[in-house]
């Protein structure tokens, strides 16, 4: 009697409420409270006792330990997103399609880097210590994951030419960018700049390749002073653009192509700034086909990548293994399209 009268007392911000405590408020056994907590209490609790205990664990503030019930069992219910340059409002539409996927049973834990940089593979495999049920990695590149070398479930996103590794959901961002060299050549354009991401990844890789040999196949002329690289960042690009603009400008530039949206957003900017006209003076085009890119004055033309398709088939892939399933197609690839908006028309 002593001891739960002492369970009644008032608690301590310090003090750890236990599975044990919520038992003796109410009345029952702490496997009872573990199959409330848990909501497994059909045809194995009654509707009484499942009331007591809902009503000791909002007055005592229980909390499930999830993490440390899963740890015990040798794993636990994390999984791991490792992306590199967060700042890309791409990714928040790749993590709204990895959490619809893995659903309440699975912690998304992300796992990203300053703007610029690559996850390093000695800082993800301290992550392993959580025993994480599985793990995601975007956009890596070989040597990372040469390195990484882990031996949990693991699934690719945006990882064209390294299907090797492991099962990955890719985009043909290549399909994409040779349609959009072709709309450039139907538009006109003999001379084109490209603005890439600093990131070096594989997707950045393909994407401006397929560009340029598209580009050249048409006649377009996309010279080695007319490719500059920054961070994903409008204030970035803009400043970069700033800096290039005259020269690009007085070699015939009329096009700039952007390995992003948000690198475009940046063009578009500082082009206001220095009064140039869109598109009469300067055509201007990107990847991603962020939301904004359909509001934004003028609307950006954009090589589509579904986002949130490859966070949800990418998640739904993982699921398929960390459950011990076989998948049936351990290599997806997601369609690419173009959407010519009046930034190019």
Not at 1 to 17: F, H, I, K, N
Not at 317 to 343: D, H, K, Y
Request: hydrophobic content about 45%; aromatic content about 6%; overall charge negative.
């Amino acid at each position: 009697m002593e001891s739960a009268d002492r369970v009644q007392q008032p608690l301590g911000r310090a003090q750890r409420v236990t599975a044990a405590m919520v038992a003796s408020r109410a009345g029952v056994s702490t496997a009872t409270v573990s199959l409330v907590a848990n909501g497994k209490t059909r045809g194995r609790v009654s509707e009484d006792n499942i009331s007591r205990v809902r009503q000791a664990i909002a007055e005592l503030g229980y909390v499930v330990d999830g993490i440390g019930s899963s740890l015990a069992k040798g794993v636990s219910s994390i999984v791991i997103l490792v992306a590199p340059d967060i700042s890309n409002p791409f990714f928040a539409k790749v993590i709204a399609g990895v959490r619809e996927s893995l659903g309440s049973d699975y912690q998304l834990l992300l796992s990203v880097t300053d703007a610029g940089e690559f996850p390093r593979a000695d800082d993800v495999r301290k992550l392993l210590a959580l025993r994480p049920a599985g793990l995601l990695v975007d956009a890596p590149n070989a040597g990372f994951l040469e390195e990484l070398s882990v031996a949990v479930p693991l699934v690719l996103l945006d990882a064209p030419g390294l299907e090797a590794f492991a099962p990955s959901v890719n985009l043909d961002v290549a399909y994409g960018a040779r349609q959009l060299a072709a709309h450039l050549a139907e538009s006109g354009h003999k001379r084109v700049a490209y603005v890439d991401s600093v990131t070096g990844t594989a997707t950045f890789e393909i994407r401006r390749a397929a560009f340029l040999d598209e580009a050249a196949a048409y006649g377009i002329s996309v010279a080695a002073g007319h490719i500059i690289s920054t961070t994903i960042d409008v204030g970035a690009a803009a400043a970069a653009f700033a800096a290039v603009w005259p020269d690009w400008q007085q070699a015939g530039v009329t096009a700039v192509v952007c390995g992003t949206d948000t690198h475009a957003y940046g063009v578009l900017q500082e082009a206001r700034v220095a009064g140039v006209r869109i598109p009469e003076d300067l055509a201007v085009a990107g990847f991603d086909d962020l939301p904004y890119s359909a509001t934004s004055n003028p609307g950006l033309t954009s090589v589509h990548l579904p986002a949130t398709p490859l966070g949800l088939r990418a998640g739904e892939q993982l699921r398929g293994l960390m459950e011990g399933r076989v998948l049936e197609r351990p290599q997806l690839t997601l369609e690419s399209s173009l959407v010519v908006r009046g930034s190019t028309a």
